[in-house]
């Protein structure tokens, strides 16, 4: 009889609860991320597939995971805005980040986490100012200055350097091995800012 009564009220808390509280947010995607979705599209929707939203753990993986339980708790639960894709294998090649105009400085030391964490695994991280409208040709410029790193650090780590590299005089900021392409400097390598064009720091390598 009492298990039966137990049963019954069980039943009705279920009928009642028979909702869970679970919602479909209003949008999946801000409008900065949608017109970047679209602009990411129009450039590069021809030979990548743009994944939206992707959770770093599902990117990368961890080495001796038990020593760095530490460096797995920063990546979990967070995610990357963009990942462009191989379309046939659906291997990542580009990973895209938003990045909020610099005010907190929390939200500049994470984006300076995420820079490392992709420059440490290979993968290059373009960084896109938040707008709702891109121009392709500054997006282009943002992808080759991500490869660009990536060269570099790869060229760092093979010849043992990686104490070598200055950190940008203006912002603090990694710095990028670069040429001068005209003026009195042609083909003098220099170092400049990772965050050129908005930051102009620059340092001459003698
Ligand atoms: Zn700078």
Same mark, same amino acid.
């Given at each position: 009889?009492g %298990?039966?009564?137990?049963? #019954?009220e !069980?039943?009705? =808390?279920?009928?009642?609860?028979e ?11 801000s409008?900065?991320?949608?017109a970047?979705? #679209? ?5 590069? *929707?021809? &030979?990548?597939?743009?994944?939206? @939203? ?19 708790? @920063?990546?979990?639960?967070?995610? =990357? ?6 379309? @046939? ?13 610099? +005010?907190?400085?929390e939200?500049?030391? !994470? ?8 420059l440490?695994?290979g993968?290059p991280?373009? &960084? %896109?100012?938040? !707008? ?5 040709g ?5 992808f ?6 990536v @060269? ?7 010849? +043992?350097?990686?104490?070598s ?6 912002? +603090?900021?990694?710095?990028?091995? #670069?040429? &001068?392409?005209?003026g ?15 930051? *102009?720091?620059?340092? #001459?390598?003698?």
């Amino acid at each position: 009889m009492g %298990v039966t009564m137990a049963i #019954r009220e !069980s039943t009705q =808390v279920k009928v009642q609860d028979e909702r869970l509280p679970y919602r479909l947010r209003e949008r999946f995607m801000s409008a900065p991320e949608l017109a970047l979705f #679209r602009a990411l599209q129009n450039m590069a *929707g021809k &030979h990548y597939v743009v994944c939206p @939203k992707v959770a770093l753990n599902d990117i990368f993986y961890i080495v001796r995971p038990n020593e760095n339980v530490h460096f797995f708790n @920063k990546i979990f639960r967070k995610h =990357v805005n963009f990942l462009l894709c191989d379309p @046939k294998t659906l291997q990542p090649v580009f990973a895209i980040e938003l990045v909020k105009p610099v +005010g907190k400085s929390e939200t500049r030391e !994470s984006d300076q986490f995420l820079g490392d964490l992709f420059l440490s695994a290979g993968l290059p991280l373009v &960084h %896109v100012m938040s !707008s709702e409208n891109y121009l392709e040709g500054d997006l282009a410029e943002l992808f080759q200055l991500a490869i660009l790193k990536v @060269k570099q650090t790869k060229t760092l780590r093979a010849t +043992g350097k990686t104490d070598s590299v200055p950190h940008c005089p203006i912002c +603090g900021r990694m710095m990028v091995l #670069r040429m &001068h392409r005209a003026g009195p400097d042609k083909g003098k390598r220099y170092y400049g800012c990772m965050d050129n064009p908005k930051c *102009g720091g620059m340092v #001459r390598i003698d």
